[in-house]
């Protein structure tokens, strides 16, 4: 019979000035270890002043630091005051916390991250610091007003559809030059298809008859009225963004002012599609990292501010890269039990800076490199989903990797990756026929 073991002996305090906080929308709970004021758990208001009431209670108390769970956006000015008062804040996840049974209660649920916080068993996660905080309200405010862009050019199209004109059918983009000028004339009063064709650009490559034909439909006010409002929101959202990349040119260049750097002088080329900042972020990039990520395949600059905006350049936060595909939520969710490994099943949690990754790797399906046949091979094999999550795990390994080691992007060659794989290939095949007890021979040398 083994003997039995004190729990005191098992879990020791290493946080002896910790304190855990129960976050909510209008009150929040705080409990601190038991005799250092007449009450070990207090309710404070959500407001600034209640805050601050908070903080300077927790000083008197001897507090070090404290414990809260990330609920919703509730936390954010909490976590900033109690920062801005010198205590280590631990931002929990609240699914660390929720599977215990018994402490349902708001008064529990602080007590409990102060006793696991005092034992040491409540990881923190990852927060940037001010300025890249400030990047990534932008950045995701500027992905907010492009999902509204696009939804307000797909209202345009709808419209279109609705009074069979078919302009789509004729340009590729009806937010480009020639399309816009067309919308502008038809909500300018103008309905003759002759006249409206005229006004596309000499580089379209349809006739001036299909133009016209495509021109000709039923115009209807109230679908008109729609194409108007629709056009008119789309034009809000572009001005919008715009201002969007202007604050955000701002914040680089604050950061690289902290970094004592001056802006490298790059030369580029023109950056198609619509979605793209209206400075040369890349300039501020290199100079902010060291490297150039945009030469990473799939990766863009607006790729690449929208992750630096979420993880930031300090690449020590992650050990690993194994621990920065997990953050990215990128990495196989294998469970083990019995010494199997059982089916791997993704965790239902958004990272924006996992799915800018997903994103660009969706983007390497036709690739002519060694990324874009990896991830035709694993499609081929475990299908799209799985090849998409793969490739961006790669990518986000070769980010990691450039960041911390200050290395350009050296991509392997294609026919040496072919060729590479070929010969792991044919070591599998080998190893699987010689279980029969047989072996592979070369062509040659039966002949």
């Known amino acids: ?75 954010i000015q909490a976590y900033l005051i109690l920062e801005e008062y010198g205590f280590d804040v631990f931002l929990v996840n609240a699914r660390h916390l929720k599977n215990v049974s018994g402490r349902k209660s708001d008064v529990e649920d602080s007590r409990w991250l102060q006793q696991l916080h005092s034992y040491g068993l409540l990881n923190k996660s990852f927060q940037p610091e001010s300025l890249t905080r400030e990047l990534r ?44 000028s067309i919308i502008k004339a038809i909500l300018a009063g103008q309905r003759d298809a002759a006249q409206l064709a005229q006004l596309a650009d000499k580089g379209v490559k ?19 009225f729609e194409l108007q409002q629709a056009y008119e929101l789309y034009e809000v959202y572009f001005e919008k963004i715009k201002a969007c990349d202007v604050r955000i040119e701002s914040v680089l260049k604050q950061m690289l002012d902290s970094t004592g750097r001056d802006i490298e002088q790059i030369k580029r080329g023109q950056v198609s599609g619509k979605n793209k900042f209206r400075f040369n972020a890349t300039q501020y990039l290199v100079s ?14 607006l790729s690449v501010t929208e992750i630096l905006s979420e993880t930031g350049t300090d690449m020590t936060k992650w050990p690993t890269e ?91 060659p294609l026919d040496e990756y072919n060729h590479y794989f070929k010969e792991r290939r044919i070591k599998y095949v080998d190893k699987q026929a010689a279980k029969y007890g047989f072996r592979l021979v070369p062509i040659d040398s039966v002949s």
């Open 1 to 75: 019979m083994s003997k039995k073991v004190k729990q005191s002996e098992t879990l020791k305090c290493i946080r002896p000035n910790a304190a855990g906080i129960d976050i909510a929308s209008q009150m929040h709970y705080v409990a601190i270890p038991e005799g250092r004021d007449s009450a070990c758990i207090r309710k404070f208001g959500a407001f600034t002043e209640d805050l601050h009431e908070m903080a300077r209670w927790l000083q008197s108390c001897g507090i070090e630091t404290i414990a809260m769970e990330s609920t919703g956006v509730y936390w």
């Open 288 to 301: 902010l990292t060291g490297v150039r990520l945009t030469d990473i395949f799939g990766i863009s600059e």
């Open 322 to 412: 194994k621990h920065f595909t997990s953050w990215l939520n990128l990495a196989p969710n294998t469970c083990i039990s019995g010494g199997k490994n059982l089916r791997s099943r993704p965790l239902k949690k958004k990272n924006h800076a996992g799915q800018s990754f997903l994103l660009a790797a969706s983007t390497l399906k036709a690739g002519n490199n060694w990324l874009g046949e990896f991830y035709r091979r694993i499609k081929a094999k475990s299908g799209a989903p799985t090849a998409i999550k793969a490739t961006a795990r790669k990518l986000a390994i070769i980010f990691y990797r450039m960041l911390r080691d200050k290395k350009e992007f050296s991509p392997l």
């Open 137 to 180: 309200s932008y950045m995701r405010q500027r992905k907010n007003l492009t999902r509204g862009y696009s939804t307000q050019v797909q209202l345009m199209q709808k419209a279109f559809d609705q009074m069979n004109i078919k302009l789509h059918t004729v340009l590729s983009d009806i937010t480009g030059k020639s399309g816009m």
């Open 206 to 224: 349809a006739s001036r008859e299909e133009i016209i034909r495509s021109l000709e439909g039923i115009w209807r006010e109230d679908n008109l």
